[in-house]
Nanobody, 125 residues
């Protein structure tokens, strides 16, 4: 059974950092297109950062480029999102996701069909 479990969210001051974790089970994370997404109240879900299954391409949303970084620990079957210089606009529920489509790669949320339950990130003074 495919399962994704996020952790690491919380309350942080502007300019601070957080590292989110996404622990995968039921499949090998390294064999699929995977990514992080977020959804703020009243806004559509958006791609934060995605990586294709060949690990040759990583894409980041324009608003997080230079501040957020994806990484993986294959031994732990875990995907990470390091978030630095956080801003109030980064406040959202963050989700990790995987797509069962082996061929098409995209960082659009509609392309992903397995999702975690999400973890809340709040950036506030």
């Amino acid at each position: 059974q495919v399962q994704l479990v996020e952790s690491g969210g919380g309350l942080v001051q502007p300019g601070g950092s957080l590292r989110l974790s996404c622990s995968a089970s039921g499949f090998t994370l390294d064999s699929y297109h995977i990514g992080w997404f977020r959804q703020a109240p009243g806004k559509p879900r958006e791609g934060v950062g995605c990586i294709d299954k060949s690990r040759s391409r990583t894409d980041y949303g324009d608003s997080v480029k230079g501040r957020f970084t994806l990484s993986m620990d294959n031994a732990k079957n875990t995907l990470y999102l390091q978030m630095n210089n956080l801003k109030p606009d980064d406040t959202a529920v963050y989700y990790c996701a995987m797509t069962s489509d082996f061929y098409s790669y995209s960082c659009g949320p509609m392309s992903y069909d397995y999702w975690g339950q999400g973890t809340q990130v709040t950036v506030s003074a």
